[in-house]
């Protein structure tokens, strides 16, 4: 009862911001500008989220999640530019293919711990990268321009949503147990009979199928893509790694928070655009040493109250 | 014939970047062995190597070699201040934290180099006039030499140090058993600020080779060097001295008969594929042994 209730709620207050932002929109008070700043948001936060799942839930360590958001971008862009593929199935399939992708990388780079996965999976995004560079039918080096622009705020609204939900229910359910599992102690979890190997890839190559679709919304919605470090390449990853963090490790609210604040925040400081990569760092920095767990410490929603999200929302986030 | 020539021209000038690639994996290699950290900062360490050596050359109107010591011991005053400020507090969290404390010191120190010392590239000040020495069909240049010479003796200076003094042996008792080091009365939080001083002097004499070699730095010069020299070091095998120099040199070398062979862009991609091969097979890299004595 109290869940159903709850997820009332959030249907009700999601809908909500959506009428909210269409309202304003239709009034003028919110310009094109802006509803593109918050599409991009709504990728940001599946991207950010589809890496919780890896970093935060399952206990590894991936910085080539940019990646995967290259692989889905390339993809849905050279399928929709050169073979009139509908827009969703563009998606469907970017997200398919770097999901394939991450079953592949996963399955030898997560034998591999810490710090040397975390190396495996930033080479294997400057691979893809590379791979990406050197390839004509993409652009190449020039890039790749002329993509429709088909993403619009409702669309990538809704695949966020979705996102949302789809990781929160996995996390919640079996298999996100074992996960959780492998994260606290993979020995255990393996004298328990959990296949860590086996969690560990599916939660890989699930949270790399979310980012290979938020990428098929990114190259829909910026209509240019360039095989830059920043645009799909290391810095990518690291951007959303910042997000992650601040928001803190397996808190989905606090990934949700994270990337939008950090999506917003540097269209405010345009004025200070160069001072904000020294910004950033020193924050992750002093994060790390004060409070390495986030900025919501693995907890959901605990600052529900202060944004007086309602009763609702509290119980939800007992719940999780 | 022109092909075999070719190939032994690539094999000398992979070798000059071989021993760049060693003498960055060398602080990797060590700081890894003695705290279990990839100090991602390692490639910003030889940026800003090369940036003191500019300034020291084109400011201070030093000559070559007195420039590299004072860059030398300028990164070194960052290696260790960065230790103390960003990696002592971790020391007992979780690698992870560690990890991305030392992603951010490097994100840190590139923004803040670009604020300071401006986006665009320099050219380097050329402290030696350009000369070419044939060497029956192939060439090299004192470009080249500088860094074979710079580079073998500081690898034999750290090789003297690591195994012969006491300094060498209280490092190596740290990297073995840390709190046993700290038993036999060993000023672990000295060794480590040493080690990390060390590693930041070899990657700002490398930063100045490249400097002259390339006759260009940026404040992102250090990020694929930093990231392939890591490479090395885990090739060679993370942790022993000796692995970081032989797989230093056999990175510059695979880079550059790839360049021969096909595409220049794809260089880049050799590294990683190294590392991933590398990590899948012989993960404790060519000269790792299981209980082989790690520095």
Same mark, same amino acid.
Request: proline fraction near 8%; avoid cysteine; charged fraction near 20%.
């Given at each position: 009862m109290k869940n159903k209730l709850t997820g009332l709620v959030w249907t009700a207050l999601l809908a909500l911001v959506y009428a909210a932002v269409r309202f304003l929109e239709g009034r003028g008070v919110l310009l094109p500008y802006h509803v593109q700043i918050l599409s991009l948001c709504c990728i940001n936060i599946i991207l950010v989220v589809s890496l919780n799942l890896i970093? &935060?839930? /399952?206990g590894q360590f991936s910085i080539g999640h940019a990646g995967f958001f290259a692989i889905g971008a390339y993809l849905s862009a050279y399928l929709t530019v050169k073979?009139?593929?509908p827009f969703l199935a563009a998606v469907l399939c970017g997200a398919l293919l770097a999901g394939v992708s991450g079953v592949a990388v996963g399955?030898?780079?997560?034998r591999l711990r810490g710090d040397y996965l975390a190396i495996a999976t930033l080479g294997f995004g400057e691979i893809i990268r590379v791979i990406i560079l050197n390839t004509?039918?993409? &652009? &190449?080096? #020039?890039g790749f321009s002329g993509? %429709?622009?088909?993403? /619009?705020f409702g669309l990538a609204y809704l695949i966020a949503i979705i996102t949302v939900v789809a990781i929160h229910n996995f996390v919640s359910s079996d298999f996100g147990r074992a996960c959780l599992a492998v994260r606290e102690d993979e020995i255990a979890a393996e004298s328990l009979g959990v296949n860590s190997t086996y969690f560990k890839v599916l939660a890989f190559a699930l949270g790399a199928s979310f980012a290979g679709a938020a990428g098929a919304l990114f190259s829909h919605y910026l209509q240019y893509m360039a095989p830059t470090a920043s645009q799909i390449g290391f810095l990518k990853s690291i951007d959303i790694l910042i997000m992650l963090v601040l928001g803190g490790l397996g808190s989905l609210t606090g990934s949700v928070i994270a990337a939008i604040v950090l999506t917003i925040l540097p269209e405010f400081l345009r004025g200070f655009a160069e001072y904000r990569m020294v910004i950033y760092p020193l924050l992750l920095i002093a994060v790390m040493i004060y #409070? %390495?767990? &986030?900025?919501m410490a693995g907890r959901e929603l605990s600052l529900s109250s202060l944004l007086a999200l309602g009763k609702g929302a509290r119980t939800h986030g007992q719940h999780s | 014939m022109a092909w075999q020539v070719a190939a032994l021209q690539q094999l000398l000038n992979g070798l000059a970047l071989g021993s760049v690639y060693a003498l960055i994996a060398l602080g990797y290699t060590m700081v890894y062995g003695i705290i279990? $950290?990839?100090?991602?900062a390692h490639g910003e360490m030889y940026m800003l190597g090369a940036y003191f050596g500019f300034y020291a050359i084109?400011?201070? =109107? $030093?000559?070559l070699f007195p420039a590299m010591l004072v860059s030398m011991v300028a990164a070194a005053v960052v290696g260790v201040l960065l230790e103390r400020i960003a990696y002592r507090p971790l020391r007992n969290s979780p690698r992870i934290s560690v990890l991305i404390t030392a992603i951010g010191a490097s994100l840190l120190f590139q923004s803040t180099a670009q604020l300071v010392f401006g986006a665009a590239f320099k050219p380097f000040p050329q402290a030696m006039p350009f000369r070419r020495i044939q060497l029956g069909p192939v060439f090299i240049t004192n470009r080249q030499l500088l860094i074979f010479g710079v580079s073998v003796v500081l690898m034999v200076a750290l090789h003297l140090l690591v195994t012969y003094t006491k300094f060498g042996k209280a490092m190596r008792a740290v990297a073995r058993d840390k709190e046993a080091a700290l038993l036999m009365g060993i000023n672990v939080d000295r060794i480590i600020s040493i080690t990390f001083a060390l590693g930041s002097a070899l990657a700002a004499t490398a930063g100045i080779l490249v400097g002259m070699y390339y006759n260009r730095i940026d404040p992102y010069m250090g990020t694929m060097p930093g990231l392939k020299a890591f490479v090395a070091a885990v090739l060679g095998g993370i942790g022993i001295v000796p692995g970081a120099v032989v797989g230093g040199l056999l990175m510059g070398v695979a880079e550059n008969l790839v360049v021969t062979l096909g595409s220049s862009t794809l260089r880049d991609a050799v590294a990683f594929a190294v590392l991933i091969v590398v990590l899948l097979v012989?993960?404790?890299? $060519? $000269?790792? =042994?299981?209980g082989m004595e790690k520095v």
């Open positions: 970093n &935060g839930f /399952t073979l009139q593929v399955l030898p780079a997560l004509d039918a993409v &652009g &190449g080096a #020039r993509i %429709p622009k088909y993403t /619009t #409070r %390495p767990a &986030g900025l | 279990k $950290l990839i100090n991602f084109t400011m201070f =109107k $030093l000559s012989r993960p404790n890299g $060519l $000269l790792g =042994k299981k």
